[in-house]
């Protein structure tokens, strides 16, 4: 027999069929296409320090200028060798013969510098330039390997300078392909059999995620082969993970829709159109928040920066693309199947209208307890936001030089310590200055007079670096001048992005997106506040990026603004038909299994970052996946329904909601819930099929269909 709301006329099944095949079919196109470009990254990524400087610093002009003074385009490297004590004869023959067999390396340049022993006699020193046109990373490996085998065991050898330490930001960005993607997709995967309990349906999720990926890839790589964006491990390892996280969240959000819709009898057609439209208006706004967030990074003088917000918008955009096409598809061909074992026969458990009694379930207990302790609850949630919020003034932003970057055993970080125990500091890694010819003397008099600067001179013919003779260039000769190394690189500050549009349009209200943006920010300032105290007192970390807060500001803004629109977009909805203060409650208990999994996954896939031994990603890993923690379970759960429910339908003002909402709904604040004080009983949601007529009516008497009565209210 055929329920009622299963009469009225559906698309013929070959269209019910045919569309679905379509679109998978599409994305395993994509897919395929996509999939070999993993393999390919490093044909158009760059990890070299100077794609992490702003274009206006000074370093960025000086390091482009360069090419016009020295002659060549080179990165050096430095090999430091040490013995037992002062270096023999014998041992600066060894020396020499090392330095000889490394100008034969493929990579290097003419002009390896014979070894050059230190004042006290128990290091020397040899300058090997490095074409930077090539591969770095690999020619610093043949050096270290030729280093190992050629000296005897008497002495000992490192390579470090500025191709010392690119060989080890390249070593460590490595396991961005294999390892980060696998230990992000098997953290998916078993958070989503836990929360399921079916062996299909995490599959179909994850292959959402994977296949807006192969899209994502395949479109940015083009992207940077035109060299119209700037791809290097950092910005690949953030898209990698963006993608995945979103895609999955958004995926969560759909799920839960279909699921509902199977469980009150609906074919596998009229379930998948009805989770489409409810949950179309979420990602849509969801997506555009994250990308409005991230393509503020435009205004960012790094490039870096500037390349991560247009890359990530890229993944963001295919991430709701594949969420809204690719898994309805494949639910529309699964239908109940994809619950396997578990299927859903009924509507997920609602908070009862009478709220004098006892609940059942943890988010019922939880909406209950919201509603019997509002203004309690939000004033205590803040209060505790505020506490942590207080340790951001112990955040060390201010950067890290270059040996720090890299997190775990660094060769280059060796050598270079072990250079400045026998050499003046910063040898290894010299400053250029290029001046103008009538300033060269004065220029020379403030270098020397510098705090930490050794020794200052004209690059010549014969200079320790083995440069080519340095001719003057339109009047500006260049002077190298030995310093501390590794200093930090200048940020550029940039505009904060404003979501609260998308929000009004979403929410159809002013006050209620202003409250939403206040609470992420909180949010977002405890969630800095301790990852400061724990980076400097759990994990000794020696500082941080200035664009550490830039990027964890840019992510948990945007992507706690999720949650919100996950969760207020279904409490509007719920008030239209019970009231504001009845649909905050069944809007947490609707979306507060499907809200604390996408929160469990986006944590733990931004926590994934922490294996790639890079200190800036390390950093960010924990940022947000700690500020994502916090939006699931104390934002979201607690702050924002409980503050809702205190302000009630004011919270919609000033659309006419909050002047027709009847304001349903327990007095705030009170211990216990008095029979007079109840909302009135209704009919759950769920209980009403959107193509099922609801007893209501418009003001002129005629019968309306809920979606009708939603509709009219909206407008």
Not at 413 to 439: C, K
Not at 487 to 508: F, N, W
Not at 535 to 554: I, K, Q, R, S, T
């Amino acid at each position: 027999m055929t329920s009622p709301h299963h009469s009225r006329r559906t698309a013929p099944g070959w269209l019910r069929i045919g569309i679905p095949v379509l679109l998978v079919l599409i994305w395993l196109a994509a897919g395929s296409i996509g999939g070999p470009f993993f393999g390919k990254v490093d044909e158009v990524s760059s990890n070299d320090r100077s794609s992490f400087l702003p274009e206006s610093a000074d370093a960025t002009q000086v390091n482009e200028r360069l090419a016009d003074f020295l002659g060549d385009d080179s990165i050096p490297a430095v090999v430091v060798v040490t013995g037992g004590g002062e270096l023999s004869d014998d041992d600066l023959a060894d020396v020499q013969a090392l330095a000889d067999d490394i100008a034969e390396i493929e990579g290097v340049q003419e002009d390896v510098s014979p070894p050059i022993p230190s004042d006290d006699g128990e290091a020397a020193q040899i300058f090997v330039p490095i074409d930077a046109s090539g591969e770095v990373g690999e020619t610093v490996e043949e050096i270290r390997t030729l280093v190992a085998d050629d000296l005897p065991e008497s002495l000992e050898g490192w390579v470090t300078g500025p191709a010392g330490f690119t060989a080890d930001l390249v070593a460590g960005f490595l396991g961005i392909d294999g390892l980060l993607l696998g230990v992000a997709l098997i953290a998916v995967f078993l958070i989503l059999v836990i929360v399921y309990r079916s062996p299909l349906l995490p599959i179909l999720v994850l292959l959402t995620s994977v296949f807006a990926l192969c899209a994502a890839l395949l479109t940015v790589w083009w992207l940077a082969y035109a060299g119209i964006v700037v791809l290097n491990g950092q910005v690949q390892g953030i898209l990698f993970i963006l993608v995945i996280g979103a895609a999955t969240d958004y995926a969560l959000l759909y799920v839960a829709r279909f699921r509902e819709s199977i469980a009150t009898g609906m074919r596998k057609w009229d379930a998948t159109l009805s989770a489409w439209r409810g949950s179309f208006e979420p990602i849509l706004a969801s997506g555009g928040t994250v990308i409005a967030g991230l393509l503020c990074l435009l205004l960012s003088d790094l490039a870096t920066n500037r390349a991560l917000g247009p890359i990530a918008s890229i993944g963001i955009a295919f991430s709701m693309l594949s969420a809204l096409t690719f898994l309805p598809a494949l639910l529309a061909l699964c239908g109940r199947a994809a619950f396997w074992p578990f299927i859903p026969k009924q509507p997920l458990a609602m908070i009862p209208d009478d709220l004098t009694q006892p609940v059942k379930g943890l988010w019922p207990r939880q909406a209950r307890f919201v509603a019997r302790h509002a203004r309690i609850v939000w004033i205590a949630c803040t209060i505790v936001l505020l506490a942590g919020a207080v340790g951001i003034t112990q955040l060390k932003a201010d950067g890290v030089p270059t040996s720090d970057l890299v997190l775990g055993a660094s060769e280059a970080r060796d050598g270079q310590d072990v250079l400045a125990e026998h050499f003046p500091a910063g040898s290894g890694s010299p400053v250029y200055v290029i001046v103008p010819e009538e300033d060269l003397a004065d220029t020379v008099l403030v270098l020397d007079a510098s705090d930490g600067i050794e020794s200052v001179a004209v690059a010549s013919e014969d200079s320790p670096t083995g440069q080519a003779a340095v001719e003057v260039e339109d009047g500006e000769p260049v002077l190298t001048a030995v310093g501390p190394p590794g200093t930090p690189a200048p940020e550029a500050t940039i505009a904060d992005g404003d979501v609260l549009v998308i929000l009004m349009l979403l929410l159809r209200s002013i006050l209620a997106p202003v409250l939403l943006i206040g609470t992420v920010i909180l949010s977002f300032a405890t969630a800095l506040g301790v990852s400061a105290l724990v980076f400097n007192e759990v994990f000794g970390f020696p500082g941080a990026d200035p664009a550490v807060p830039l990027y964890g500001f840019v992510f948990l803004v945007a992507l706690g603004v999720d949650y919100n629109i996950f969760l207020m977009s279904r409490v509007r909805e719920e008030s239209l038909v019970h009231g504001t203060r009845s649909g905050i409650l069944r809007g947490l208990v609707a979306t507060g299994g499907v809200i604390t999994s996408a929160g469990l996954v986006l944590a733990a896939t931004f926590a994934a970052l922490g294996v790639i031994p890079i200190l800036f990603l390390a950093q960010i890993a924990f940022i947000v996946a700690f500020g994502v923690l916090l939006d699931t379970f104390i934002v979201r759960s607690l702050l924002v329904p409980a503050l809702s429910y205190d302000i009630g339908k004011a919270i919609w003002w000033p659309s006419k909601l909050a002047r027709r909402d009847p304001e349903v709904g327990f007095p705030t604040g009170s211990g216990s819930v008095s029979a007079e004080s109840a909302p009135p009983v209704a009919e759950p949601v769920e209980a009403l099929p959107a193509e099922t007529d609801a007893p209501l009516v418009a003001d002129d008497g005629h019968p309306l269909t809920r979606e009708e009565y939603r509709r009219t209210l909206d407008s």
